[in-house]
């Protein structure tokens, strides 16, 4: 199975600042990733398909980038509303398989 | 607008079976492939399953921890995705999420998601 790795597993950021998600692929994936949004009680949201095409009606604000083995999710100007768990997951193999989270705080 | 309703969860003892159902709408869902993810408490994200479209002959892929335990069927004249779970261990305890894919020209994403129903394995 292809293992996903991102990190950090948690930060602490100001309103505004820009931040940086990364997840790695412990074999090459190509561009098969995509990235999701969970708020706390919440089912996931989907944020990100094929590593950097942005589904539709998500804010600009959110980005996606990388391929074969790195990636990364950019969130450019952090807004309260925006403190949530979110996950990477590739789509590559079977089985697919999920990062184990990064959880995004105000500081 | 796509709405996905899953029911079926609950208690149910160790060994025992349960069945889901994901009740779709706002879609032509027999064009569709669903998925099925969990999350236990307090953990992460765990893919666990996914149904394939007529056209490609009801297919199904399911990862290894409920290979030959959990059983993934549709009826479309229903709109409904459906999870059959048996032999049931405690470890199954978590929340099920169906969710629809997005068809691009060489993949399927994750698009829609249910709001997840609660199952809880326990004696």
């Known amino acids: 199975d292809i293992q996903m790795t991102q990190s950090p597993s948690s930060l602490s950021a100001s309103v505004g600042d820009r931040v940086t998600i990364t997840c790695r692929a412990s074999?090459?994936?190509?561009?098969?990733l995509a990235w999701f949004q969970q708020k706390p009680g919440k089912a996931p949201k989907s944020l990100i398909y094929a590593a950097s095409s942005l589904r539709g009606g998500v804010p600009s604000k959110f980005s996606g980038s990388g391929s074969g083995t790195e990636f990364t999710l950019t969130i450019s100007s952090l807004q309260p509303e925006d403190v949530a768990t979110y996950y990477c997951?590739?789509?590559?193999?079977?089985?697919?398989?999920f990062g184990g989270g990064t959880k995004v705080e105000i500081k | 607008e796509v709405h996905l309703v899953e029911s079926g969860g609950g208690l149910v003892q160790p060994g025992g079976s349960l069945r889901l159902s994901c009740a779709a709408s706002?879609?032509?869902?027999?064009?569709?492939?669903m998925d099925w993810v969990r999350q236990a408490p307090g953990k992460g994200l765990e893919w666990i399953g996914r149904?394939?479209?007529?056209?490609?002959?009801?297919?199904?892929e399911y990862a290894a921890s409920v290979k030959g335990r959990f059983a993934i069927s549709r009826d479309d004249s229903k709109t409904s995705l459906y999870l059959q779970m048996n032999s049931l261990k405690t470890e199954d305890t978590a929340v099920y999420y169906c969710?629809?894919?997005?068809?691009?020209?060489?993949?399927?994403?994750?698009?829609?998601w249910g709001q997840g129903t609660l199952v809880t394995v326990s004696s």
């Open positions: 074999q090459g994936i190509s561009s098969s």
């Open positions: 706002g879609l032509a869902f027999s064009d569709h492939y």
């Open positions: 149904s394939r479209n007529k056209a490609n002959s009801y297919t199904t």
């Open positions: 969710v629809r894919l997005y068809r691009t020209s060489d993949d399927y994403w994750p698009d829609d």
């Open positions: 997951q590739q789509h590559k193999t079977y089985p697919l398989t």
